[in-house]
């Protein structure tokens, strides 16, 4: 292969939402940094925004605090949060909203000229362009030099420090090697860890974005990184084969959760987003499916501002309703869950971080889905963390100076991941195919680690089953060819989410309760147990994932870590 070296005092691994403010944030403190983000697509559509959004889940509106957003948060993940963390984001959600709108952001007003509020804490946008407006600031900002299309696959870390990362072109014969003095890691969260509802063909159509592999965490738990939560997996509550949203119709125009026979059981079960799932879940197993969200007492107007609002986000939706010539108003909205996901934008999982987002690395940060501990944060959580992730890096950069020694220790191991990375496309002969031992780990997970077709639920001989057959295929993963380097990016995809997989099971095992139903219904521990109010975190420790428990970060409290 060609190689490339490319230095730089900030690189930021993954052009989404978090790493391109980052980046831009890094640049306005700096205008002498050199800035370089490593993007696997083009920044202009990638990232959980690609296609859009239409409403900011996360603002202070009138009238309430961020301590208001943190205990929102913090009731909703009952109890399991970081909430110096949550204070931190939620103190910032109006300020880098002000600034999108600055950049050329739609936020549609009201009859006073207020923000249109949807509930106690968002605000409708017409945001089908959010992520092209960021792309094009960063591509404005001359410090900062985009490298599109490449996939970063592993950090160069010496002495538990980072110094940039390695990876490779997604389609010509090149590797690339970035030396750096500070790294934020914005690369989100990890789908296609299970069968997804839509097989085959259509196996893209998920709640998140199936290019989201969880790199980011993979690369973080090789590195020794200590990570946090990963029992608490997000199961979006969807619309039934669309996938799309359904807080758009149950926020945006009050619709009910009903079941077949027209009930209501929000309240039966409760409405905190793991207990909307698990309503419908048992629902459905108890006979009285399939479930709804009932749109058919809405208005006309209502109705095309559901059409509208979907074109800015899923608009696979509308064109369903058009197709159909049916629109909400004359059938209710089926709706499903769907396979687990970890992403630390919606629950907790992810990197364990300081406050100031700098993970157990030294000079390795974690922003947007990828860092853990703050969930709820959505889209201006993202922005928010990228911010504080930037202002404590460049901080960082300016007051050290650069061990030259452990730096080419770490750049070295670097010709090692290129070397292997040759041998995987010299190989002639594998046994299975990438696509095979993917289609297996969707599977086991499915059946034996609490996946849709098992309601989400699994007991500890499952898990058990479950973490010796991933083991197995990340055996198997090792001797797999790749064609080109197209393949060789499925690959490296492939092996990650095998890596988040075994952490997945072990985390699973480790939390000896059921604090959420559906998000971790563990049939062994079928209630919840207070001596597990605390988090499940884990290190990778002689090729072994160790469980770490620690004690809750509370209000007014502040947690550093060690290496700071």
């Known amino acids: 292969m060609q190689k490339k070296l490319i230095k730089s005092d900030l690189l930021v691994i993954g052009g989404g939402t978090a790493g391109c403010f980052a980046a831009l944030r890094a640049a306005k403190l700096d205008p002498a940094l050199k800035i370089v983000i490593a993007e696997k697509a083009n920044i202009t559509r990638s990232g959980c925004l690609a296609a859009g959004v239409n409403a900011l889940n996360a603002y202070i509106t009138k009238g309430k605090t961020p301590d208001f957003y943190v205990d929102y948060a913090k009731k909703d993940a009952a109890g399991i949060v970081r909430e110096d963390l949550?204070?931190?984001?939620?103190?910032r959600l109006n300020r880098v909203t002000a600034e999108m709108e600055a950049l050329g952001l739609v936020i549609l007003k009201?009859?006073?000229?207020?923000?249109?509020?949807?509930?106690?804490?968002?605000i409708k946008i017409n945001g089908e362009n959010f992520k092209p407006l960021l792309a094009k600031a960063v591509r404005k900002t001359p410090q900062i030099e985009v490298v599109n299309h490449v996939n970063i696959v592993e950090y160069l870390v010496a002495g538990r420090q980072i110094y940039g990362a390695v990876g490779f072109s997604v389609n010509e014969e090149i590797s690339y090697i970035f030396q750096a003095d500070a790294v934020i890691c914005?690369?989100?969260g990890a789908a296609g860890l299970y069968r997804p509802n839509n097989p085959g063909f259509s196996r893209h159509k998920m709640w998140y974005p199936p290019f989201n592999t969880g790199a980011g965490y993979a690369m973080g738990i090789q590195a020794g990184a200590e990570m946090t939560t990963f029992e608490m997996r997000f199961i979006a509550l969807r619309c039934k084969d669309t996938i799309a949203p359904t807080g758009t119709i149950a926020q945006g125009v009050g619709a009910r959760q009903v079941n077949a026979r027209g009930e209501d059981y929000e309240q039966k079960y409760g409405t905190t987003t793991s207990e909307r799932v698990y309503g419908t879940v048992k629902e459905n197993q108890e006979g009285r499916g399939p479930c709804y969200l009932d749109t058919t007492k809405i208005t006309e107007e209502q109705e095309q501002d559901l059409y509208r609002a979907y074109l800015n986000m899923a608009p696979s939706q509308t064109l369903k309703w058009i197709e159909k010539n049916s629109g909400p108003r004359n059938h209710p909205v089926e709706i499903e869950g769907t396979e687990p996901y970890i992403v630390g934008g919606h629950t907790a999982s992810g990197y364990w971080v300081a406050t100031d987002r700098e993970t157990t690395i030294k000079n390795l940060y974690a922003a947007g889905d990828v860092a853990g501990g703050a969930p709820q944060k959505y889209v201006t959580g993202a922005l928010a963390e990228g911010e504080i992730a930037?202002?404590?890096?460049?901080?960082k950069i300016s007051r050290q100076k650069t061990d030259r020694q452990k730096e080419r220790q770490a750049l070295r191991r670097a010709d090692q991941v290129i070397r292997e990375a040759e041998q995987d496309l010299a190989r002639q002969e594998a046994l299975f195919s990438i696509e095979a031992i993917e289609e297996a780990m969707q599977k086991i997970m499915d059946t034996y680690?609490?996946?849709?077709?098992?309601s989400y639920a699994y007991n500890e001989q499952q898990l058990a089953?479950?973490?010796?057959?991933?083991?197995?295929?990340?055996?198997?993963?090792q001797t797999a060819k790749a064609a080109d380097m197209h393949e060789l990016k499925n690959l490296y995809e492939l092996k990650e989410r095998l890596i988040v997989c075994q952490s997945v099971i072990a985390h699973l095992h480790a939390r000896k309760e059921t604090r959420w139903h559906s998000f971790a219904?563990?049939?062994?521990?079928?209630?919840?147990?207070?001596?597990?109010?605390?988090y499940v975190n884990s290190v990778l420790e002689d090729g072994k994932i160790k469980i770490r428990f620690r004690e809750l970060v509370k209000r007014g409290e502040v947690y550093e870590h060690p290496n700071q």
Request: net charge negative; proline share 2%.
């Open 186 to 188: 914005t690369t989100g």
């Open 86 to 91: 949550l204070l931190t984001l939620s103190q």
């Open 390 to 395: 930037a202002e404590a890096a460049v901080q």
């Open 521 to 534: 219904e563990n049939l062994d521990h079928p209630a919840k147990d207070d001596r597990y109010l605390k």
């Open 449 to 454: 680690a609490g996946g849709i077709s098992a």
């Open 465 to 477: 089953i479950a973490a010796e057959r991933i083991q197995q295929l990340s055996a198997l993963a």
């Open 110 to 122: 009201d009859q006073n000229g207020e923000y249109a509020v949807r509930g106690d804490r968002n």
